[in-house]
């Protein structure tokens, strides 16, 4: 990406004469349907490469910034993996005590888990074949918005259209309104084809999810702590599910009105393996028993 970056910023500049033959053609359109010719002018006069490069900075700088809290992670996964050897004897000794919410938490880590390995299998896909595209195309630096197509495959509902816009810019200087609309065109069949019809089927309905919640879920996490909750908006909110909601019998009703698809299609949690039920409280000794004993 460093590399691509650095070809990118000393690419844009050599798409001056581009920038101006595109601003021309555009006021002429305008006046030709009647327009002020000079009122366009003056608009698009502040439109140059550096602007470009500017908008295409903000797009990669959020990518970026997200990459750079991997070291972050990468820390608090070592810490996690120190206290996975004793988890497993904790759940057990909070299923004796609570054991929905010990099914809540592998409810929501089988979640992830299968929510994470389609987002990443079909997020490979996608690069792959958008790479190959905008090679054939001639759009520049086709690795690089292959990259971008591939991290942008894990933010809900918007991330497709943060890793078209780079490319389709590039398309549109490098050969006309044509070349750009070619690449919409087929990021756009590729992404209707692989993310809105195949991927869904894989995911199922393990992450429970409606896609206004999914929604939701990145706009308030990417407010919360940026970049990065734009990337884990589902599992963030996964984690919340089950910490509200499916840890409690008398609030699992939500689940139907929150998840995708189907109300009859909410998934049931995973049962916990090797988690003892809880014990049964002494009954005294003048206590009758009950009616099915």
């Given at each position: 990406?460093?590399?691509?970056?650095?070809?990118?910023?000393?690419?844009?500049?050599?798409?001056?004469?581009?920038?101006?033959?595109?601003?021309?053609?555009?006021?002429?359109?305008?006046?030709?349907?009647?327009?002020?010719?000079?009122?366009?002018?003056?608009?698009?006069?502040?439109?140059?490469?550096?602007?470009?490069?500017?908008?295409?900075?903000?797009?990669?700088?959020?990518?970026?910034?997200?990459?750079?809290?991997?070291?972050?992670?990468?820390?608090?996964?070592?810490?996690?993996?120190?206290?996975?050897?004793?988890?497993?004897?904790?759940?057990?000794?909070?299923?004796?005590?609570?054991?929905?919410?010990?099914?809540?938490?592998?409810?929501?880590?089988?979640?992830?888990?299968?929510?994470?390995?389609?987002?990443?299998?079909?997020?490979?896909?996608?690069?792959?074949?958008?790479?190959?595209?905008?090679?054939?195309?001639?759009?520049?630096?086709?690795?690089?918005?292959?990259?971008?197509?591939?991290?942008?495959?894990?933010?809900?509902?918007?991330?497709f259209i943060i890793g078209l816009v780079p490319p389709a810019l590039l398309g549109l200087l490098e050969?006309?309104?044509?070349?750009?609309?070619?690449?919409?065109?087929?990021?756009?069949?590729?992404?209707?084809?692989?993310?809105?019809?195949?991927?869904?089927?894989?995911?199922?309905?393990?992450?429970?999810?409606?896609?206004?919640?999914?929604?939701?879920?990145?706009?308030?996490?990417?407010?919360?702590?940026?970049?990065?909750?734009?990337?884990?908006?589902?599992?963030?909110?996964?984690?919340?599910?089950?910490?509200?909601?499916?840890?409690?019998?008398?609030?699992q009703w939500i689940n139907g009105l929150i998840s995708g698809g189907s109300a009859t299609a909410t998934p049931k949690?995973?049962?916990?393996?090797?988690?003892?039920?809880?014990?049964?409280?002494?009954?005294?000794?003048?206590?009758?028993?009950?009616?099915?004993?």
């Amino acid at each position: 990406m460093a590399v691509s970056l650095s070809k990118l910023v000393t690419l844009l500049p050599t798409y001056a004469d581009q920038f101006d033959d595109l601003r021309s053609n555009l006021a002429d359109l305008v006046a030709r349907l009647g327009g002020d010719q000079q009122a366009v002018k003056d608009a698009l006069s502040d439109i140059n490469p550096g602007t470009i490069l500017d908008i295409a900075g903000w797009l990669l700088g959020g990518v970026t910034g997200a990459l750079s809290s991997a070291f972050f992670l990468l820390a608090l996964l070592l810490f996690m993996g120190l206290d996975a050897g004793q988890y497993p004897a904790r759940l057990l000794g909070a299923a004796k005590q609570r054991p929905q919410i010990v099914t809540a938490l592998r409810s929501f880590a089988h979640g992830t888990r299968q929510y994470l390995l389609v987002s990443t299998v079909f997020g490979f896909i996608v690069a792959v074949i958008d790479t190959l595209v905008l090679w054939a195309l001639g759009v520049p630096l086709p690795l690089l918005w292959g990259l971008l197509a591939f991290i942008t495959n894990y933010i809900p509902n918007v991330g497709f259209i943060i890793g078209l816009v780079p490319p389709a810019l590039l398309g549109l200087l490098e050969g006309g309104p044509s070349l750009m609309v070619t690449v919409i065109v087929l990021y756009s069949v590729v992404n209707l084809v692989i993310q809105s019809i195949i991927q869904p089927k894989f995911v199922g309905d393990a992450v429970g999810l409606s896609i206004t919640l999914s929604f939701l879920s990145l706009v308030f996490w990417a407010w919360v702590i940026g970049p990065l909750g734009a990337l884990l908006a589902i599992p963030l909110s996964l984690l919340l599910k089950a910490l509200l909601i499916d840890i409690d019998p008398n609030t699992q009703w939500i689940n139907g009105l929150i998840s995708g698809g189907s109300a009859t299609a909410t998934p049931k949690p995973e049962k916990p393996k090797g988690v003892l039920p809880p014990e049964p409280e002494p009954r005294h000794p003048d206590q009758p028993l009950p009616a099915d004993a």
